[in-house]
Structures are given as C-alpha cells and as structure tokens.
T-cell receptor, first 109, second 116 residues
Framework: RKEVEQDPGPFNVPEGATVAFNCTYSNSASQSFFWYRQDCRKEPKLLMSVYSSGNEDGRFTAQLNRASQYISLLIRDSKLSDSATYLCVAADSWGKLQFGAGTQVVVTP | GAGVSQSPSNKVTEKGKDVELRCDPISGHTALYWYRQSLGQGLEFLIYFQGNSAPDKSGLPSDRFSAERTGGSVSTLTIQRTQQEDSAVYLC??????????????FGAGTRLSVL
C-alpha cells in the first residue's frame, strides 16, 4: 500500500465551478502536509501548506483531518489555468516527504 | 541563479553505459532529495541527504544507483550499466530545514534520461 494515496482523476470541471478532492496518508506520525501542483512535463511547485485548522489561499482551501488521516483541496471559481496535476504530500518529523501520485484536474471552457 | 539547477536537462545514452546527473541546490539549503518520475506516474523517492547525517538511501531501486553530496552542496546521482527501464525524468529538490512545517521543497527542472 502506498503511504499517500490519491484519486488519479481526471476531474473534468467547467470553468467557474468548484472542485474538491482528497488524499489519504497511512503514516500517523506524519507531521506536515502540502499540496503541490505539477503542470505537464514540468517540475512540481508548492501550491500551499496545509495547517491543522485548515487554511485558504485565494480560491484554494486546504483541510486536514488527522483522525481520519486525510487531506483535502478545494478549488473555487475554477480557471482554465488551474488545469494541472495536484500532488498531495505528507512529511515526517525528519523532513522526508511522501508524494501521492497526483490528481489530474482538467478545467474546460 | 536562485533556484535548484540540474544538468544536463536531457541525456540520451545507450543501454549499459554509466550516466551522471548533477544537482545544484539552493544555496544554504541543508536537505537535498532525488526523485524519479516515469511518464504519467507519480514521484518515486530515491535518496535524501540532510546535513551531515547518513543519507536515506531506502528508495534506490538497485545497487546500480548511487548518489553523493560533496561539501553539503552539489549532489551527483550515478546510474551504472543503464537499462531501458531507467528512462525517466530525474528530479532534484532542496529545502531549507529538514523537519517541521517549513520543510518546503523546491524542485529543479529535472534531467530527462532516455536509455536506448
């Protein structure tokens, strides 16, 4: 079983709509969590850190549920430029990151 | 530059040859990571260097793979006797601290390795 699991998608989203997806992590000792974004044939880039109380960054909202060991990402008012693969990441106390395989989001006009 | 630099950006080699991939992390970053990503797949962890600690080599797929980090800065990933299944994008990342919520990894653009 992979340490971080994600629905690969694709999630096909009309422009302007809201899309949300989760990932689950198996290591209960995971300390910190992130969402990264990866465009086709590009390197991953940090989208946002995920805090225990949940946090927003513009149209993006991340939530962490430690009891159920899942992280979620919600994108409001989707833009065409949001089309990408979103990677869920869990890190242990030593900083070793485990990446999920990614959830593909396709925003359509 | 200010970011993580990897070279070469593309490498084509023949099966059985050795290759060396280089990563220049962001200056001052104590942690350095190597990942591999095959087409359409997620990131596969290879190796992790953190300060002066022994590296975490748990992700290296075989003894043909090795990595060094000299002087706590530049790292070289070496693949000996390359096989076609080694074809992938090899990504390097660095971060400022090795633990805690600020362990944000910054990635290089990767080296695309093709083994013919």
């Amino acid at each position: 079983r992979k340490e971080v699991e994600q629905d690969p998608g694709p999630f096909n989203v009309p422009e302007g709509a809201t899309v949300a997806f989760n990932c689950t992590y198996s290591n209960s000792a995971s300390q910190s969590f992130f969402w990264y974004r990866q465009d086709c044939r590009k390197e991953p880039k940090l989208l946002m850190s995920v805090y225990s109380s949940g946090n927003e960054d513009g149209r993006f909202t991340a939530q962490l549920n430690r009891a159920s060991q899942y992280i979620s990402l919600l994108i409001r008012d989707s833009k065409l430029s949001d089309s990408a693969t979103y990677l869920c990441v869990a890190a242990d106390s030593w900083g070793k990151l485990q990446f999920g395989a990614g959830t593909q989001v396709v925003v359509t006009p | 530059g200010a970011g993580v630099s990897q070279s070469p950006s593309n490498k084509v080699t023949e099966k059985g040859k050795d290759v060396e991939l280089r990563c220049d992390p962001i200056s001052g970053h104590t942690a350095l990571y190597w990942y591999r990503q095959s087409l359409g797949q997620g990131l596969e962890f290879l190796i992790y260097f953190q300060g002066n600690s022994a590296p975490d080599k748990s992700g290296l797929p075989s003894d043909r793979f090795s990595a060094e980090r000299t002087g706590g800065s530049v790292s070289t990933l070496t693949i000996q006797r390359t096989q076609q299944e080694d074809s992938a994008v090899y990504l390097c990342a660095s971060s400022l601290v090795g633990q805690g919520a600020k362990n944000i990894q910054y990635f290089g653009a990767g080296t695309r390795l093709s083994v013919l």
